[in-house]
């Protein structure tokens, strides 16, 4: 795998759409791990999500990759005027490598997504990132009208159908804030990523506390299927297995995203929260 591929997928795997807390050591069950048993029991510790996005929160991220500390990113939510009598938020995602890091191998990437604030349907979704002196960019626009995206980068422009459930690539990282999770039972998304829509579907496999640079969690981990896995080898041009734990609070938030690829394992850490009260 190329090394651009592989820190692409770990900073940017915020995308789809990315440390103080080692994630095996999490397969351990911490001091205060609170057992429970039964299906009812278990459901009753993921609370009721929030519903909607709210403009001013910021987490940061610290990116490692084989241990080593090789970046940072930031997702914020940010009010937004520009369409929809301003009833959207804009979704940003920032990326970018360390001082060290970027002496050898310099990444800097900025995805926004502008969405209703309401319904979670992607309107405009644009993504910058700049690879050394190498410059990346897609620009995508969604009709759910029509049922159309229109998306352009370097190699072309496309349009491509879509259906009223299609989520844009950021889509995964706030569609528990507005659905509840049910352990074990499989989540249906539709992901378009401009040229291609890609059918995901995940599993919440298990909960337990987790902790991190930020606070101690009650979380629950999400990872998709095998076939979902090589929905995105392909598009990536890379292999590896991905796993996500959110807090269990109404808030839902990522709080550690681990890749494994066969080279190693990248990890995005949550290590600050800034939130507005809901």
Not at 34 to 54: D, F, N
Not at 109 to 118: K, P, Y
Not at 125 to 146: A, C, L, P, V
Not at 203 to 211: D, P
């Amino acid at each position: 795998m190329k090394l651009r591929s592989l820190f692409l997928i770990a900073c940017l795997i915020l995308i789809m759409s990315i440390s103080g807390c080692s994630f095996f050591e999490m397969r351990k069950k911490p001091a205060g791990y609170l057992a429970v048993s039964g299906e009812t029991e278990i459901r009753q510790k993921i609370a009721a999500p929030i519903g909607i996005l709210i403009p001013g929160e910021k987490l940061t991220y610290k990116i490692t990759w084989l241990g080593i500390h090789v970046g940072k990113a930031t997702f914020q939510v940010n009010k937004d005027e520009s369409q929809n009598n301003g009833k959207t938020c804009k979704v940003v995602l920032k990326a970018w490598t360390n001082s060290f890091f970027s002496f050898f191998y310099n990444v800097h990437g900025t995805i926004e997504s502008i969405v209703d604030a309401q319904t979670f349907k992607p309107l405009r979704y644009n993504s910058k990132t700049q690879i050394n002196k190498k410059f990346i960019f897609k620009e995508m626009e969604y009709d759910f009208q029509r049922q159309k995206v229109f998306a352009v980068d370097k190699k072309g422009e496309y349009e491509v159908d879509i259906t009223a459930d299609t989520m844009d690539p950021l889509g995964v990282f706030y569609y528990f804030r507005k659905n509840q999770v049910l352990l074990n039972e499989p989540i249906e998304m539709l992901v378009n990523g401009g040229k291609k829509n890609f059918p995901v579907i995940i599993y919440a496999r298990q909960e337990r506390f987790v902790k991190t640079p930020a606070g101690r969690f009650w979380a629950f981990q999400v990872e998709p299927t095998k076939d979902s896995e090589r929905q995105f080898d392909d598009s990536l041009n890379a292999e590896g297995s991905m796993h996500i734990w959110f807090s269990a609070d109404m808030r839902r938030v990522p709080l550690i995203i681990l890749l494994k690829v066969p080279v190693g394992s990248a990890q995005a850490t949550l290590i600050k929260m800034e939130l507005p009260e809901s």
